[in-house]
């Protein structure tokens, strides 16, 4: 069983960053791809990042690349996400997910290849 843990969400002015972690306890966490995913209210749940188990490839939804940055420390089992230049558009609830599969070469991009998820944490973007 994986149990994912959010936190570092907030409140912020547009143009602000935050940087949000994700605890990932157990073993099988550092053999697992990781993805970031938000929900905006009234609207499905999208994805934002996603890293390799192994931490040497990353992939972005369009909106967030050349903002937001995935990385991940096995060691520590825990997976981050740096988000910079924070538009009112990124208010969203923000969610950590494993994939069900190990070792992974490809970083799957949809919900339905994630089966472990966090509770969220709350994003929100205003001055």
């Known amino acids: 069983q994986v149990q994912l843990t959010e936190s570092g969400g907030g409140l912020v002015q547009p143009g602000g960053s935050l940087r949000l972690s994700c605890a990932a306890p157990g073993r099988t966490y550092s053999r697992r791809t990781m993805g970031w995913f938000r929900q905006a209210p009234g609207k499905e749940r999208e994805f934002v990042a996603g890293?390799?188990?192994?931490?040497?490839?990353?992939y972005y939804e369009d909106s967030v690349k050349g903002r937001f940055t995935i990385s991940r420390d096995n060691a520590e089992n825990t997976v981050y996400l740096q988000m910079n230049s924070l538009k009112p558009e990124d208010t969203a609830v923000y969610y950590c997910a494993a994939s069900h599969a190990l070792f992974l070469t490809n970083i799957p991009h949809t919900a339905r290849e994630f089966v472990y998820w966090g509770q969220g944490t709350q994003v929100t973007v205003s001055s």
């Open positions: 890293i390799r188990w192994s931490g040497d490839s990353t």
